[in-house]
């Protein structure tokens, strides 16, 4: 407990150190293994005020992959928890609607999703959870995938509700699912900054840039960071961003940013298994400084996302695709 206290005191001097000095803060979080299952607790509604008095809104962030099986999904519940002990107000939107499984990774019982909410069962703060490391989730389901199909109204009623998270968030994490689909494509076409999981596998190369070109035809002024997951050491990581930025340049005129790596980890098979994130589970661990590092990065703006609203806000931009 006290080395939890102490990561999180000291946390929150590298923030306060940034904002004075634009310097880079991340976060990691302690926390006993193997927790029962978190029962349901949904947010408080939002208040009044917020809407009166509308904040900048949040940066916006699709984690994606080209394929399955690379841990992009630890990646996304392992930052949101390393953003929220920072001090941010992180919500994560399971957008892999098909297989979400964020709080499986969480241990946390969602009886109710977005699906609920476009069925006009529930609002949008009755399945915003407060999920273990302080982040907010929201979890995905298979009703909704196939989002094009859905009536105008429907279409109009999923973007206002999470528009409201824009007035109540810093960061939104989307972890979209794995591919080129419409639904993926239609998170990380119009948020602020994608974030490409990718493993050393040949295959999972080849998807993710694959994800990169089809990104590459939007326009747009996103950012695009490859992350490399379960790496051998650090030169693997950079033989595989290497490969990937050179081509990308060379034939997509395109400049993929280093978002980093985590190393391969046994921690990080533990925690699945015992449903632990492993920032909590085990802080101290290899892979959970990597975390970290990703966070000091978003942050400190490599990798990070346009905060000025500029672009008009990511839900209103969904709201436009759905139109178009």
């Known amino acids: 407990m006290s080395l939890m206290i102490d990561q999180a005191e000291q946390l929150r001097s590298l923030v306060r150190e940034q904002q004075a000095r634009q310097q880079p803060a991340g976060a990691t979080a302690a926390a006993s293994a193997a927790p029962p299952p978190v029962s349901h607790q949904s947010l408080p509604p939002p208040q009044a005020s917020v809407a009166a008095s509308p904040r900048r809104r949040a940066s916006v962030?699709?984690?994606?992959?080209?394929?399955?099986?690379?841990g992009k999904s630890n990646v996304a519940v392992n930052l949101a928890i390393a953003l929220a002990s920072a001090g941010k107000e992180v919500v994560l939107l399971d957008a892999d609607l098909g297989l979400a499984n964020a709080d499986v990774l969480c241990n946390v019982d969602l009886p109710s999703n977005l699906a609920h909410v476009i069925a006009r069962k529930k609002e949008l703060h009755e399945v915003l959870v407060k999920a273990p490391g302080g982040f907010g989730l929201i979890g995905g389901a298979s009703g909704l995938a196939r989002m094009a199909d859905l009536s105008d109204y429907d279409r109009q009623r999923l973007v206002d509700a999470l528009g409201l998270l824009e007035q109540q968030a810093d960061v939104i994490l989307i972890d979209t699912g794995a591919g080129i689909s419409p639904n993926v494509l239609s998170f990380t076409r119009t948020a602020d900054h994608v974030l490409v999981v990718t493993t050393p596998e040949p295959t999972a190369i080849t998807d993710a840039y694959a994800v990169v070109k089809v990104l590459s035809k939007d326009g747009g002024d996103r950012r695009i960071s490859l992350l490399v997951n379960q790496v051998r050491s650090l030169n693997e990581a950079?033989?595989?961003?290497?490969?990937?930025a050179q081509v990308a340049k060379q034939f997509l005129g395109v400049s993929v940013l280093d978002g980093g790596h985590v190393v391969a980890d046994e921690s990080v098979v533990q925690a699945v298994r015992r449903r632990t994130p492993f920032v909590i589970g085990n802080p101290s661990s290899p892979a959970s400084k990597c975390v970290t590092q990703l966070a000091m990065r978003l942050q400190q703006g490599v990798a990070g996302a346009t905060m000025d609203g500029s672009n008009g806000g990511f839900f209103s931009r969904m709201g436009r695709w759905f139109k178009g």
């Open 238 to 244: 950079k033989v595989v961003y290497g490969r990937i």
């Open 61 to 70: 962030i699709a984690v994606t992959s080209g394929k399955g099986g690379v």
